[in-house]
């Protein structure tokens, strides 16, 4: 498995928290910046990471910023993400077993680096269980589309 990684000047800390623990559980990734804790304006690093999974470039994404959902917001702006903002170890193995979610959003300012760490753990432990999750996350995609057909006829 490959993943894009990436922070915001409040995340940039706990990204390099995290990366060790990537290589512990054998996961290659890219890391998308930022590289210090000057201040930057995460949508753009949370595009970055989004249009790697969207275009298959990377199997997922982890992001991390002060609260988590500043990054989420943006990188879900992209078509074909689905980013989760997770808080507990049980929100992101949700995300990924219910909602097929591929970009993971970690608060560096809420969470406590422990509780991050096997937030990260439990969310590479999960996978999609399909059944009648598939019909929704398949809405969610038809969803999409409509929305980018409308756009697109305006």
Sequence with gaps: MKI???ADHAGY??????????????????DLGTQSTESVDYPDFAQKVAEEVALGRVDQG???CGSGTGMAIAANKVPG???????????????REHNDANILSL?????????????LRAWFAASFDGGRHARR??????????????HATK
């Design 4 to 6: 894009a990684i990436a």
């Design 62 to 64: 982890v992001l991390v």
């Design 13 to 30: 800390e706990e990204k390099e928290r995290l990366k060790p623990v990537l290589d512990q559980l054998g996961i290659q990734y890219e």
């Design 81 to 95: 993400v689905r980013a989760a903002a997770a808080w507990t170890e049980e929100i992101a193995r949700l995300a």
């Design 137 to 150: 996350v398949e809405k969610i995609r038809e969803i999409e589309q409509e929305e980018l057909a409308h």
């Design 107 to 119: 608060a560096a300012r809420y969470t406590s680096p422990d509780e991050n760490e096997k937030i």
